[in-house]
């Protein structure tokens, strides 16, 4: 009897080992903890705007299965609530190559304001995915657990027990609706991947760890490629997420814009505060449902615009919200130099 409880015991102690070794996929650090940036934002861009590095010796990462849609990153995007609203170009991979954003003339002007009439405040652009080669870093320091759960209970191949890393690069920008200009630059890479004999080897892998630790199986290349790919693209594209909900990220952007807009609660009431470089010409407020041309809607501007008091070499305006509906409200001021900047609140979400 306790032969069998020691058996158990042993058994019990190598499956928690097991479960709490086998996840090839490092966790990411929870980005919904933060706040979402006030702001509603466009995705454009493509994956495949950058080539691969030629001079790379080893096999790249994504080659001919370099991603087209943009949705995942969207889809992150939302899982992690980075922006207050977030919306897809309805043909974005028409967009690689020239792109109408970034260069002077009639075509950007036209992208740029049917955005602004969307509602958006700035552009998140993918300016593209260079590839690079996966890198073997060999065994890592599992093999003990490896070892022991092989021999034990023969489940080492279950245990992640090599590395590897994509050179793989991901490149974004956070770009204003009026001139195009980046705010904001962000490049990303996956980091390091740890994976078991299941996710590196063939099937013929598999029947020699029978016999042979799992450590010491020869990889598959195809197969390790398929891994690192699949694991690569969603770690960029939550790392992604995660850099632009950053303490770094908000203060470049903040800095980056002639006025910064908030919403603060003071004494139960919401209150629009607005710290600009130069002075306001225009306040509107837009919100679905409401006429932002209306009588109270015109009484808040002239209310925030008498509100304006020098501080330094800044203009601080601030003046209770109008009754609103729940849901997006969406602020836009105009500068005495003709500078427009916007910003997204959920009103139904109270700071």
Same mark, same amino acid.
């Given at each position: 009897m306790n032969l069998q409880r020691l058996f158990g015991a042993m058994v019990q102690a190598i499956l928690l080992l097991l479960a709490a070794a086998c996840s090839s996929v490092g966790a990411v650090p929870d980005a919904t903890t933060q706040p979402p940036l006030d702001a509603a934002v466009l995705v454009t861009g493509s994956f495949a705007t950058v080539a691969a590095d030629e001079s790379a010796d080893a096999e790249v990462t994504f080659g001919p299965d370099m991603p087209t849609d943009l949705q995942p990153l969207v889809d992150a995007l939302q899982s992690a609530q980075v922006f207050r609203r977030i919306g897809l170009d309805?043909?974005?991979?028409a967009?690689?190559?020239?792109l109408p954003w970034a260069e002077a003339g009639a075509a950007r002007e036209r992208y740029l304001q049917q955005a602004r009439d969307d509602g958006y405040d700035w552009l998140l652009v993918v300016e593209g995915l260079r590839d690079g080669p996966i890198e073997s870093q060999g065994i890592n320091g599992r093999w003990p657990i490896t070892l022991g759960t092989w021999f034990l209970v023969g489940l080492g191949f279950l245990i992640p027990d090599h590395g590897f890393e994509s050179r793989a690069i991901l490149r974004v920008s956070v770009r204003d609706l009026e001139s195009g200009r980046v705010l904001y630059e962000s490049l990303v890479n996956a980091g390091p991947v740890e994976l078991?004999?299941?996710e590196r080897s063939s099937a013929l892998g598999l029947l020699t760890s029978i016999v042979?630790?799992?450590f010491w199986v020869a990889d598959d290349e195809a197969k390790v490629g398929r891994s690192v790919r699949g694991i690569t693209l969603q770690r960029l594209l939550q790392f992604v997420a995660r850099e632009l909900k950053s303490?770094?990220?908000r203060q470049r952007l903040r800095?980056?814009?002639?006025?910064?807009? *908030?919403?603060?609660?003071?004494?139960?009431v919401d209150q629009l505060r607005i710290t600009s470089r130069q002075a306001l010409s225009v306040v509107r407020l837009r919100q679905q449902g409401v006429d932002s041309r209306g009588a109270e809607q015109q009484g808040f501007e002239r209310s925030l615009l008498a509100s304006m008091r020098p501080q330094g070499d800044?203009?601080?305006? *601030?003046?209770?919200l109008p009754a609103a509906r729940e849901g997006l409200l969406?602020?836009?001021?105009?500068?005495?130099e003709g500078e427009v900047v916007s910003a997204t609140f959920d009103t139904g979400r109270r700071p």
């Open positions: 309805p043909a974005p991979g967009r690689s190559g020239t078991s004999l299941v042979v630790p799992p303490p770094t990220a800095d980056g814009s002639v006025a910064a807009i *908030e919403v603060v609660r003071d004494s139960g800044q203009y601080r305006y *601030e003046a209770p969406q602020v836009v001021v105009v500068t005495i």
